[in-house]
């Protein structure tokens, strides 16, 4: 491991057995940095990360949410206050984040 690398808290057959699906480097990469960065570093809490963000991206499939957004126009306790803001921030992200911030 290179230094200054983390360890992986989850491995490519890991991923792949997780998700139900052949995870990216890049992706899996990205998933160990954030697990590192949030301190998500514990059999509990990596598996309640993990089962969040697989279902709510079906297995890292879908990365935006389905739905048009439609359904979060003039919605301006979220910021949404402009014409076309709620397709433009409609979820997105393994954990679908919806609204700005």
């Known amino acids: 491991m ?19 699906n052949f995870i990216r480097e890049d992706e899996l990469a990205d998933l160990n940095r954030c ?12 598996c309640h990360f993990i089962s969040k963000i697989a279902h709510e991206s079906g297995g890292l499939k879908w990365l935006k949410e389905l739905s048009d ?3 979060l126009e003039g919605r301006s306790d979220w910021g949404n206050t402009c014409s076309g803001d709620g397709p433009k921030y409609k979820g997105s992200g393994a954990l679908h984040r919806t609204k700005q911030l």
Do not use: D, V
């Open 2 to 20: 290179p230094e200054g690398a983390e360890e992986s808290l989850i491995t490519q057959p890991e991923g792949k057995a997780i998700f139900g």
């Open 69 to 71: 957004g439609s359904y």
């Open 35 to 46: 697990l590192h960065f949030y301190q998500i570093n514990t059999p509990p809490r990596i």
